[in-house]
């Protein structure tokens, strides 16, 4: 076998291995990967497409390189669903950038991102001026999630001769049978209150509970396992 005959095998060796891998591993769309998962796929297609035109590398150091990197981010996955402090380590954390209509510097810092950015990703969302905007999350993904002031949703309440509410932003009290203890502490709250709202809903423990959310005015939102 020549050395485009080579290449041919070598070629669709890796691209079936690297299927299996991310049917394996179970990515999501593109659209929603980490900064972290879009390294490792850079790293992924470099280290097959260096074996396949490497003359010393064969299907075997394609298959190991493959599969060694396969088995480290499955290792990854599995570490961030067992172990729920690593997610923040993998896969990062939204950053509130904009509260209660006001931009959080320190926030856009950490971030990286500038008010150029900032307008930008909100112009996207169909926001023109910060001034719309009640909030504003920065996701892992880079993209940007925006809750606007009740005047300036569509429909608008000034279109329907409405007085302006309050607005409220969710918070997530209870992610994985785990409680989010400054969520609790940003709305007020503590874990005897918590407690109790379970109860009222007939769940005995937070640990019985996938994701539990709150909004004021609301009742406590609960799904168990």
């Known amino acids: ?18 299927f299996m891998i991310a ?25 097959v497409g260096n074996a396949i035109f490497d003359d010393q590398s064969g ?19 599995l570490l961030t669903q067992r172990f729920k402090r690593t997610r923040a380590l993998f896969e990062g954390k939204p950053n509130l950038i904009i509260h209660k209509g006001k931009m959080q510097r320190e926030e856009m810092k950490k971030s990286k991102l500038d008010a150029n950015q900032l307008l930008h990703l909100l112009r996207g969302k169909g926001a023109f001026s910060v001034k719309e905007v009640e909030y504003a999350v920065l996701e892992t993904d880079g993209s940007l999630s925006v809750l606007k002031k009740t005047l300036d949703q569509t429909p608008t309440r000034q279109d329907m001769n409405l007085m302006a509410q309050d607005v409220y932003l969710p918070f997530m009290l209870i992610n994985d049978g785990e409680i989010i203890k400054d969520s609790l502490h940003e709305i007020g709250k503590d874990e005897p209150w918590l407690k109790e709202e379970l109860n009222k809903q007939n769940v005995r423990s937070h640990k019985d509970v996938f994701y539990a959310e709150y909004q004021k005015g609301e009742a406590l939102y609960v799904q168990t396992f």
């Open 23 to 47: 049917k394996i591993i179970g990515k999501t769309q593109i659209s929603q990967l980490t900064a972290f998962d879009f390294i490792s796929a850079l790293i992924f297609g470099e280290l």
């Open 59 to 77: 299907i075997k150091e394609i298959a190991f390189a493959v599969f060694l990197w396969g088995s480290l981010l499955y290792i990854t996955e």
């Open 1 to 18: 076998m020549g050395r485009t005959g080579s290449i041919l095998v070598e070629t669709l060796f890796g691209f079936f291995a690297l």
